[in-house]
């Protein structure tokens, strides 16, 4: 999809704003006790911001792999973003999996607020890199 300049920084906008209110999402299940579904929704969020990377440089991804992908190579590989956010990024979807389609899996109290800790070091770190880099014409 091309956007002009003025619909690309609203759509980036947009999808920050979503990645951290499904983040709030995320805590409020947490503090409910609903673990999978907080981990379901960190995943969302961490997922939205990493969108909203991709919009701001111009590059589509249609489907949660493609998106995984596309920040491993024009993010992590480039080393313009530390690693740990692309391994913290792939455990997170696969909790998100196990959490959503596995029989009898439940994420743990202690396990879960450790991933919403580093999921918030995922969004700010994310959306300060937004802030900053400027992509290559």
Known sequence: MTLDEESRKSLVLYRLE???????????????????SAINRLYYSIYYCVIALLIKNGIEAKTHDG???MFSL?????K????K??????????????GDY?????FDEETTGILLEKGKEFILTIT????KFEPKP
């Open 102 to 106: 596995d029989d009898f899996f439940y």
């Open 128 to 131: 300060e890199f937004i802030e």
């Open 18 to 36: 979503r990645a951290r209110s499904t983040y709030e999402d995320a805590v409020v299940n947490f503090r409910n006790g609903s673990y999978n």
């Open 67 to 69: 998106v995984r992908r």
């Open 74 to 78: 024009h993010f992590i590989y480039p």
């Open 80 to 83: 313009l973003i530390d690693n």
């Open 85 to 98: 956010y692309n391994i913290f990024y792939n455990q997170v979807f696969q909790g998100r999996v196990q």
